[in-house]
């Protein structure tokens, strides 16, 4: 049992939160409890807690709450403000759980729980593509052959989005991290060239041309291959940074993009893109 204590400033509103979580941890049968005090009456609790968690109203205290914690055994988190809500409780213990670094380790499950669940979301589209090509190539309809290429004709376009999207909630990280991540993997693994003449093969990208083709349904294994790759690259950097931000400030980084993803994606990125032009450049 891990014994966890909620400090506010008076202790009235994180004891409304104690009692939900309480809840919440027998509902899911997990090995968690939880109490709530003022930031006066702190000290009192200290013996029993195995985690103290400051909200953000009593920041201020940090460092008076690490000393008395660290006495008793304890240890001393500080929640974001996005990483605690008394309307979402659900939300809030999985945000505590996280904090406290009880999330599983990273496996292949969650690679190929994401696969499917990534060919799940785009499987409509292929379906609706291949019919509307079988009906292109009967009728000669020019709607339904556009359709087809804009459907299944550049599936990968869907296909790492929703990956992204899959694995980073899979591990329990920003959703719309996710779905950067995933378009930005479309670029890196997208071959770029400056002699394509024909538009319905590229587009045009800062004066350079992909190839879109590369897109299409044939190649989508490698794709999905490549990008599990990369989107799991981006996944350790994110761990990376949110490890030594979360050392450096005493404060647990939430789950929002801007405050701990876009630094690593950035830079996973940018190595992503010299290795792509160093593999391409050789083809």
């Excluded at 409509?124 to 299944?152: D, N, Q, R, W, Y």
């Excluded at 979360?246 to 010299?274: Q, W």
Aim: net charge neutral.
């Amino acid at each position: 049992m891990k014994n966890i204590l909620i400090i506010c400033i008076q202790g009235l509103t994180s004891g409304i939160l104690a009692r939900k979580l309480n809840m919440t941890a027998q509902q899911r049968k997990q090995e968690y409890s939880f109490r709530s005090s003022g930031a006066a009456d702190a000290e009192k609790h200290m013996e029993w807690a195995d985690y103290v968690i400051l909200t953000p109203q009593v920041k201020d205290r940090l460092a008076k709450a690490e000393e008395t914690a660290e006495k008793h055994g304890a240890e001393c988190l500080i929640l974001a403000d996005t990483m605690i809500s008394f309307q979402k409780t659900e939300e809030t213990y999985e945000n505590i759980v996280r904090a406290l670094g009880d999330k599983k380790a990273p496996s292949r499950s969650d690679t190929l729980h994401s696969l499917l669940d990534t060919l799940i979301m785009i499987s409509p589209l292929i379906a609706a593509g291949i019919c509307a090509e079988a009906v292109s190539k009967l009728s000669g309809s020019l709607i339904m052959h556009e359709i087809f290429c804009t459907t299944t004709g550049i599936i990968s376009l869907y296909a790492l989005p929703a990956l992204g999207y899959a694995l980073f909630r899979q591990r329990g990280e920003s959703r719309m991290a996710g779905l950067l991540s995933g378009l930005l993997v479309l670029l890196v693994l997208t071959p770029f060239r400056h002699d394509i003449a024909y538009a319905e093969d590229a587009f045009s990208v800062s004066g350079r041309v992909a190839e879109i083709r590369y897109w299409s349904l044939p190649y989508l294994p490698f794709t999905l291959a490549a990008g599990c790759l990369f989107v799991n690259l981006i996944l350790g950097g994110l761990k990376i940074t949110e490890k030594y931000y979360t050392e450096i400030f005493h404060r647990v980084a939430d789950r929002n993009f801007m405050l701990f993803t876009a630094i690593p994606i950035s830079l996973v990125m940018a190595v992503m893109l010299v290795f792509r032009t160093i593999v391409f450049s050789l083809l």
